[in-house]
Antibody, heavy 118, light 109 residues
Framework: QVQLVESGGGLVKPGGSLRLSCAASGFTFSDYYMSWIRQAPGKGLEWVSYISSSGSTIYYADSVKGRFTISRDNAKNSLYLQMNSLRAEDTAVYYC???????????WGQGTLVTVSS | QSALTQPASVSGSPGQSITISCTGTSSDVGGYNYVSWYQQHPGKAPKLMIYEVSNRPSGVPDRFSGSKSGNTASLTISGLQAEDEADYYCSSYTSSSVVFGGGTKLTVL
């Protein structure tokens, strides 16, 4: 069965950096686009970024462009999100998800909490 | 990358039907048949309920249905059950992003 497990969240000071990881299993990771989505406390879902199966195509939300970098290692079945210059408004649960496949994010991890605070 | 527009809340009694709307533009909802709906219970990850406007993944009850007209998509839940109480989010794919609605809290009275 498809499993996505995020890790790497925690407490970081404004201006700091953090790297999130997402370990995938139960499917051929290298065949799928992958995405990061976040949810601030008590708020809705916000798409952050997605990366094509080969890594050659990448898109970011305007809110994170220039500060966050998505990447993947198909040999390790892993997705990453390098987050730099973190701000208080980046505080959220970060989910990795499989897709978009025909616009759909069909499987989601359980999320990892990132808190940006001094 | 503006969010899609959903009502903040809807409610219904067990056995009734409710519909949640999701309004976008011709650049997202109206331009692609790539509208999805997600259910999220408190403290849990979102779960896909509808994809490509009106398709249900395996395991999703047929009480859940989706449709689209122009720039507005809709999720209908018929025969409401207590376990349907949750937050619901629509999303649409664009040429370079995924955009979500603000979410709708469904209360089963």
């Amino acid at each position: 069965q498809v499993q996505l497990v995020e890790s790497g969240g925690g407490l970081v000071k404004p201006g700091g950096s953090l790297r999130l990881s997402c370990a995938a299993s139960g499917f051929t990771f290298s065949d799928y686009y992958m995405s990061w989505i976040r949810q601030a406390p008590g708020k809705g879902l916000e798409w952050v970024s997605y990366i094509s199966s080969s890594g050659s195509t990448i898109y970011y939300a305007d809110s994170v462009k220039g500060r966050f970098t998505i990447s993947r290692d198909n040999a390790k079945n892993s997705l990453y999100l390098q987050m730099n210059s973190l701000r208080a408004e980046d505080t959220a649960v970060y989910y990795c998800a499989r897709g978009p496949v025909a616009g759909t994010l069909d499987y989601w991890g359980q999320g990892t909490l990132v808190t940006v605070s001094s | 990358q503006s969010a899609l527009t959903q009502p903040a809340s809807v409610s219904g009694s067990p056995g009734q039907s409710i519909t949640i709307s999701c309004t976008g533009t011709s650049s997202d909802v109206g331009g692609y048949n790539y509208v999805s709906w997600y259910q999220q219970h408190p403290g849990k990850a979102p779960k896909l309920m509808i994809y490509e406007v009106s398709n249900r993944p395996s395991g999703v009850p047929d009480r859940f249905s989706g449709s689209k007209s122009g720039n507005t998509a809709s999720l209908t839940i018929s025969g409401l059950q207590a376990e349907d109480e949750a937050d619901y989010y629509c999303s649409s794919y664009t040429s370079s992003s995924v955009v979500f609605g603000g979410g709708t809290k469904l209360t089963v009275l």
